[in-house]
């Protein structure tokens, strides 16, 4: 299908939408598919049995607390009899949740289980069914019952029992499972004892168990999680205990900094007795030596990834050691896979060569290495180590040589083209840029992974920098390339990033086209929907109807398109039931739109657009809801901001300044929100300010306003590559406002990728000054800024301006909190968590100190009762879960856990669940097929604060690992 993606372009890149006739319209493109689509599905039916359990577990969760302790063992103990009656096919084929999980499933069961004194009679309960089984599926329900009890060395013994009975099966899956949910249990029960005289004892238990394994075990893998024991034992018992680990037939996980020294250690001490070499514990360049005594006694054997990772660590250790033909050596076996994009080398190795600070050596190094082989697969890896050396002149001369060798492979020539680009972006050379952009653009595919389908990222980035320059034959050219690749594309990502470019280009057309073709590829003749990819092409056509203001199109689609995967609209995650509310606005079906549009404010409370429909649509009870959004969640400004615009607009100005200031205090920073809508309270304010005549203080709002929207624009070049001119645009907006701590950070890093580090050193001083004051109770780091703290040279100035800090405001929490982050950035947990109990003890309420403090405790060889009550703070001031969602994996006391949940969901109850909007043809389709009959996916995964908080707890390594062997076992999973 020829799209002509030209149209319209004479009336140029900043025209108008194009006249709405000129779409096709969703009746058309939803005809197409029918049309397409000539197979009718077939006819399935549900399951009574199925439907009417899950009914009677739902029932149970909203009775439980109503029944006495023994009634509700009982009855839950026949909910779960049920459960296991029910044939595992009909549970297997039955429908699934908003996350693609299995409405009815035992964790279902799970999540409806009474308060805790209720378990003992559950855990009898258990026990007898147990005894009635044989086997796996008794062993694992025994084990189930003995996490819901408190003792661990009955957990321990159930765990092996468990692991013994599995290797005597036939069934080498579940024997797969039981090795890694039983060690996953083991390594939670050993992390999570009361005190390190018991913690211990249970790593000894574990030890003996992989000493003297069951005759029956037959171990096809085994892994050893070593817990963060040195800061609460003795390290002569530290030593002892390794000395034992690092010899058996397992391989250790470590991923505390001070306990891999130790096994580092320990394995150089035991080498002799080594049978399995420790190749995971060469992390880096420090364990060059234990790399090198481990090649002495273990060769090498093909397919061993662990030693090929090991080979990549020790590479940069012979590097920084100036040992470089000995790494000219080792490279011939790190670099035979010539197809990497990486230059090689895994994930992760960029932060090793920053921590090691090995630019400098790496580049000439690099260089020789090409030059003797230009078919290397290194050129982007080198790309980025020049630009932030500084050498990107160099660089460029050397690849412009080496790029007329001859003997080039098509493959890295590509490549080699790209790295070029990167660098002409980079340096702002546009003219010499775009020749080589238009080069990648007519490249075919060059590997098996892009055979069949036209990528269109290089499209795409002509089209953007097209439109950010005015470069309207630039967008032309671009148009004209879409043209030929788009019928071609598959599932390439780069299709929604071309329709987003289209929208901002205001071919409007153009884009529903595009989306139209992509449609119809996805279409499902078998009337099997289930699609999250032809969700989010639906998602974006109503999006660009939304956009366009035809709003009956919007609803048609809704109403009619079979694709949605869901029954209801409330099924489905933003942006979709906003977009419903301002259609049905629009068509005047009001009653509707307002209730949709509360029911967005309740399941999206960051969204701007959801308030600002709601104050638009009106209502007496506005200022309530905005008060009941901000009580749901006290750490979220947006109900404040919203709620400052609706007294501004009665003219209650006192109250509405008040207002205002208290959302910014929430979070000075507002870096979670998109272009566009970061600081928002400040814009507020300024008109509030304005109205009370105080011009200065809102012409002061006004520039900081101004300096941030220029930074985001700034970030649009940064995205394409194009830093030398992003970096001057960064530099522009401080002339604003010069107090934005987010754009400094910004500014820093760029010019650090630049290789401008003197300029570097001093903006990233500067934000450090400002962040005390920029950071609230939470802080949401800006685009640009999450990674501020893992460049080493920022790390150095942040030691010295916080270490500063701390002495001259000795009372500021946030000073506290902030050193804190940098010692957990750089790998010292016991320092930072000192830190971070400093500050919560400076402010009790600070909620991102506590967690922070959750996340180093184990490290910092915190007790286990002492993080649970970190974690119990934090629930407390975050009861819906929705800034804290991975508290629970630590939490040791199962029970008083499960009870303070119960006990926050009645203080606290979950939103309103009632049906807003039925989706016709996507429930009818969804009937039809067995499988998926009331299945349904999201466009975008839904946000954890949605969750309720014991399905939040269902992560829970006690629970989900137990759960899933239960699950295995009874066999419907």
């Known amino acids: 299908m020829k799209l002509h993606l030209h149209l319209s372009l004479a009336i140029g890149i900043n025209c108008l939408p194009v006249c709405a006739a000129e779409f096709q319209g969703a009746k058309a493109i939803l005809q197409q598919i029918a049309e397409a689509n000539t197979k009718k599905p077939d006819d399935g039916g549900g399951s009574n049995a199925a439907d009417n359990l899950l009914a009677k577990i739902k029932a149970f969760?909203?009775?439980?607390?109503?029944?006495?302790?023994?009634?509700?063992?009982?009855?839950?103990?026949?909910?779960?009899?049920?459960?296991?009656?029910?044939?595992?096919?009909?549970?297997?084929?039955?429908?699934?949740?908003?996350?693609?999980?299995?409405?009815?499933?035992?964790?279902?069961?799970?999540?409806?289980?009474?308060?805790?004194?209720?378990?003992?009679?559950?855990?009898k309960g258990m026990e007898t069914r147990a005894g009635e089984q044989s086997g796996i599926l008794k062993n694992t329900m025994h084990l189930f019952a003995t996490i819901l009890g408190n003792d661990n060395t009955a957990r321990l013994q159930a765990i092996d029992s468990m692991q013994s009975s599995a290797s005597r099966t036939d069934d080498s899956n579940f024997s797969y499972y039981a090795e890694m949910f039983g060690d996953q249990l083991w390594d939670i029960i050993v992390a999570t004892a009361?005190?390190?005289?018991?913690?211990?004892?249970?790593?000894?238990?574990?030890?003996?168990?992989?000493?003297?394994?069951?005759?029956?075990?037959?171990?096809s893998r085994d892994t050893l999680k070593i817990p963060s024991l040195l800061k609460r034992v003795e390290p002569a018992q530290v030593e002892r205990l390794l000395d034992r680990a690092v010899i058996l037939d397992v391989e250790l996980s470590v991923q505390d900094k001070e306990m891999h020294t130790a096994c580092v250690a320990a394995t150089v001490r035991n080498l002799s007795k080594l049978v399995k070499p420790q190749w995971q514990l060469?992390?880096?360049?420090?364990?060059?030596?234990?790399?090198?005594?481990?090649?002495?006694?273990?060769?090498?054997?093909?397919?061993?990834?662990?030693r090929s990772a090991a080979d990549q660590v020790y590479f940069f250790c012979l590097i920084s050691q100036d040992r470089t033909k000995e790494a000219a050596e080792l490279s011939k076996v790190i670099f035979t896979d010539r197809n990497s994009n990486s230059g090689g080398f895994n994930y992760g190795i960029n932060n090793l060569i920053k921590k090691a600070d090995l630019n400098e050596k790496l580049i000439p190094f690099f260089k020789e290495q090409l030059t003797q082989d230009p078919n290397l697969p290194l050129w982007e890896i080198l790309t980025s180590l020049s630009l932030s050396e500084g050498q990107s002149a160099e660089f460029l001369a050397f690849l412009k040589q080496m790029m007329t060798k001859p003997g080039l492979e098509p493959l890295q020539l590509t490549k080699m083209q790209a790295a070029h680009l990167k660098g002409l972006l980079a340096m702002d050379k546009m003219e010499e840029a775009?020749?080589?952009?238009?080069?990648l653009i007519q490249e075919k595919p060059q590997t098996t992974k892009e055979a069949g389908s036209e990528p269109l990222e290089h499209v795409v980035l002509l089209m953007k920098i097209g439109r950010l320059m005015n470069r309207p034959d630039l967008v032309e050219e671009a148009l004209s390339a879409a043209?030929?690749?788009?019928?071609?594309?598959?599932?390439?990502?780069?299709?929604?990033?071309?329709?987003?470019?289209?929208?901002?280009?205001?071919?409007?057309?153009?884009?529903?086209?595009?989306?139209?073709?992509?449609?119809?590829?996805?279409?499902?003749?078998?009337?099997?929907?289930?699609?999250?990819?032809?969700?989010?092409?639906?998602?974006?056509?109503?999006?660009?109807?939304?956009?366009?203001?035809?709003?009956?199109?919007?609803?048609?689609?809704?109403?009619?398109?079979?694709?949605?995967?869901?029954?209801?609209?409330?099924?489905?995650?933003s942006p979709l039931p906003l977009i419903a509310s301002r259609a049905l606005?629009?068509?005047?079906?009001?009653?509707?739109?307002?209730?949709?549009?509360?029911?967005?404010?309740?399941?999206?409370?960051?969204?701007d657009a959801g308030y600002g429909l709601l104050l638009k649509l009106g209502g007496d009870d506005i200022r309530d809801l905005l008060d009941q959004a901000y009580a749901q969640n006290r750490f979220e400004e947006r109900p404040l901001i919203w709620k400052a615009k609706l007294l501004l607009d009665q003219g209650k100005l006192d109250e509405a300044e008040?207002?205002?200031?208290?959302?910014i205090a929430v979070d000075p920073s507002d870096g979670e929100q998109g272009k566009g809508d970061r600081l928002r309270a400040y814009a507020v304010l300024a008109d509030i300010l304005e109205k009370k005549g105080d011009m200065d203080q809102a012409a002061g709002m006004r520039k900081a306003l101004k300096a941030i929207r220029l930074s985001e624009d700034a970030d649009d070049w940064q995205e394409v590559g194009l830093l030398s001119r992003a970096v001057a645009m960064y530099e522009e907006s401080l002339g604003y406002f010069s107090d934005a701590y987010c754009i400094q950070s910004r500014l820093a890093r760029h010019q650090s990728d630049l290789g401008e580090f003197e300029k570097a050193a001093e903006h990233y001083r500067r934000a450090f000054e400002l962040m005390p004051d920029s950071f609230g109770r939470v802080e949401s780091h800006c685009f640009g800024c999450e990674g501020t703290f893992t460049d080493p040279k920022a790390q150095t100035v942040a030691e010295k301006i916080f270490a500063r800090l701390v002495e001259k405001l000795p009372d500021r929490a946030q000073v506290f909190y902030l050193y804190g982050y940098l010692k957990e950035a750089q790998e010292k947990p016991a320092e930072a968590a000192a830190l971070f109990q400093k500050a919560v003890q400076l402010d009790p309420d600070y909620?991102?100190?506590?967690?922070?403090?959750?996340?180093?405790?184990?490290?910092?060889?915190?007790?286990?009762?002492?993080?649970?009550?970190?974690?119990?703070?934090?629930?407390?001031?975050?009861?819906?879960?929705?800034?804290?969602?991975?508290?629970?994996?630590?939490?040791?006391?199962?029970?008083?856990?499960?009870?303070?949940?119960?006990?926050?969901?009645?203080a606290h109850p979950p939103l309103d669940p009632v049906p807003l909007y039925t989706l016709t043809a996507s429930k009818a389709a969804l009937e039809k097929v067995q499988d998926s009959r009331t299945g349904r996916f999201d466009s975008y995964s839904r946000s954890e604060e949605h969750e309720p908080l014991r399905k939040q707890m269902l992560a829970n390594p006690l629970i989900s690992s137990s759960a899933s062997l239960l699950e295995k076992a009874i066999g419907k999973e």
């Open 483 to 573: 043209d030929e690749k788009v019928a071609k594309s598959s599932s390439d990502s780069s299709v929604g990033e071309l329709v987003d470019e289209l929208v901002a280009l205001h071919r409007e057309v153009v884009a529903e086209s595009v989306l139209a073709t992509q449609l119809l590829r996805l279409s499902r003749p078998s009337g099997d929907y289930r699609s999250y990819e032809l969700l989010s092409i639906l998602t974006q056509l109503v999006s660009l109807y939304d956009k366009t203001g035809r709003h009956a199109d919007v609803l048609f689609l809704l109403d009619n398109a079979p694709g949605w995967g869901a029954e209801e609209l409330t099924q489905l995650n």
């Open 434 to 439: 775009i020749p080589i952009l238009r080069k």
């Open 847 to 906: 909620l991102n100190a506590w967690i922070h403090l959750a996340t180093t405790a184990e490290a910092a060889g915190l007790a286990a009762t002492e993080r649970d009550i970190i974690l119990g703070k934090i629930l407390d001031l975050d009861p819906r879960g929705a800034r804290s969602n991975s508290i629970f994996d630590r939490y040791s006391n199962l029970r008083a856990l499960w009870d303070r949940v119960i006990a926050l969901e009645k």
């Open 585 to 607: 606005a629009a068509v005047g079906r009001m009653d509707e739109a307002k209730k949709i549009v509360r029911r967005v404010v309740q399941d999206s409370p960051g969204d």
């Open 194 to 219: 009361a005190d390190p005289k018991m913690a211990v004892d249970l790593f000894e238990r574990r030890l003996k168990a992989l000493e003297f394994p069951s005759k029956n075990k037959r171990r």
């Open 658 to 663: 008040k207002t205002a200031r208290a959302a």
């Open 61 to 123: 969760g909203n009775e439980a607390a109503a029944l006495t302790p023994a009634d509700a063992a009982a009855q839950w103990l026949v909910l779960f009899d049920a459960y296991l009656a029910v044939p595992a096919e009909l549970v297997q084929e039955f429908q699934h949740d908003a996350n693609g999980e299995k409405s009815l499933s035992l964790n279902a069961l799970i999540a409806v289980l009474p308060t805790s004194n209720a378990w003992d009679d559950i855990i």
């Open 282 to 306: 060469v992390q880096g360049i420090d364990d060059g030596a234990l790399y090198e005594e481990l090649v002495k006694k273990f060769p090498r054997t093909s397919n061993d990834y662990a």
